[in-house]
């Protein structure tokens, strides 16, 4: 029997690029509450889901994909994980997709279009105001930035405050989706969400060591980094490479700090808070533009972590 539209779970979609805020956001409404039975599914670019660590979940129940884009790569895994969540006795009341930053939303939001069992609530793209015309006019970045805006039916944009205008930002946004609700995030909630505490499950932690994976412009990477790291140098390293790296992330130990520390970069802007204490992992995962020059930063970067833990660095 087909159920009616009322059983069906609503789900939501966040989308956005790479350190766009779309964890950060899924723990805003998490806090805020959502309804309990929900499934959050969690996708990660590399093959360690650092996204999956940060989620601020209680009793909903956690699917964590890995290895790249929800869409290509694991479009049939998403949707035989969500069709085995939606036959469970009892069924997610609601359900909440967080893709990666590299995925296209509209493909995920097709599979709910599909499925009997879920209705579309709405499909989030979270957009960086500092980052709009970086990625809009960057070869390899604009395609997938752009798809994702044109997939949404409600844009929340940040950190445009720090930008000159923020009117022309907007307008260049509502050319590209002229139907979705747009919303300036403003300040106060992204300033402070580099503060956030972040209580995270604990979550089983795998050793990983990896060598680089390319597609078709892309590049990931994921280290272990067992040593403790000097920040500055860290900060100087990231920064230098700026121009190929896009986004980094995970926990290392850093020399003058006594606590693991997350490690956040995007948008070229780095910063690190105490880690969620409950995981142990000391991994570092990366994602920029494939070539020589991403290479030469990951196999400086697993140097940095490794020789420091020897004490040679
Ligand atoms: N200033 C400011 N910073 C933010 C805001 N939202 C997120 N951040 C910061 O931006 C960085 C990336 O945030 P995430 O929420 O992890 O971004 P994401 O889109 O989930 O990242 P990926 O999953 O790696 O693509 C973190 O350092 C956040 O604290 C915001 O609204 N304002």
């Not at 956005?16 to 996708?43: C, M, Q, W």
């Not at 989620?55 to 956690?62: K, P, T």
């Not at 403003?186 to 499950?201: K, L």
Request: aromatic residues 4%; hydrophobic residues 40%.
């Amino acid at each position: 029997m087909k159920p009616s539209d009322a059983a069906r779970a609503p789900l939501t979609v966040i989308g956005g690029f790479l350190g766009a805020g779309k964890t950060t956001y899924l723990n805003d409404l998490i806090r805020e509450g959502i309804p309990e039975h929900s499934l959050i599914v969690i996708n990660d670019f590399g093959d360690i889901n650092i996204d999956a660590e940060l989620i601020d979940y209680r009793d909903e129940q956690l699917i964590q994909l890995t290895n790249g884009c929800i869409c290509c790569t694991l479009g049939g895994t998403l949707a035989e994980q969500l069709a085995k969540a939606m036959r469970l006795k009892e069924a997610p009341r609601a359900v909440f997709i967080e893709t990666s930053g590299v995925a296209d939303p509209a493909r995920i939001a097709d599979i709910a279009r599909l499925s009997q069992r879920l209705t579309l609530k709405e499909v989030v793209c979270l957009v960086d105001g500092e980052q709009i015309e970086a990625n809009r006019h960057d070869p390899l970045t604009g395609e997938t930035w752009r798809a994702q805006i044109q997939a949404a039916t409600r844009i929340l944009v940040n950190r445009l405050s720090t930008t000159n205008d923020v009117d022309a930002r907007l307008s260049e946004l509502r050319q590209l989706n002229a139907t979705a609700a747009i919303h300036d995030m403003g300040g106060p909630a992204g300033a402070a969400a580099d503060q956030r505490s972040i209580e995270s499950p604990a979550i089983t932690a795998r050793a990983l060591y990896h060598d680089t994976a390319s597609q078709s412009g892309w590049q990931s990477a994921s280290l272990t980094m067992p040593g403790a790291v000097d920040i500055d140098r860290l900060r100087d390293l990231l920064l230098d490479y700026g121009d190929v790296l896009l986004r980094a992330k995970g926990f290392l130990y850093c020399r003058d700090r006594q606590q693991r520390q997350l490690l956040q970069f995007s948008g070229r802007r780095l910063n690190s808070q105490p880690a969620p204490a409950r995981s142990g992992r000391c991994q570092l995962v990366c994602i920029g533009r494939a070539g020589g020059r991403f290479e030469e930063l990951i196999a400086t970067l697993s140097r940095l972590g490794q020789a420091e833990a020897a004490g040679v660095a």
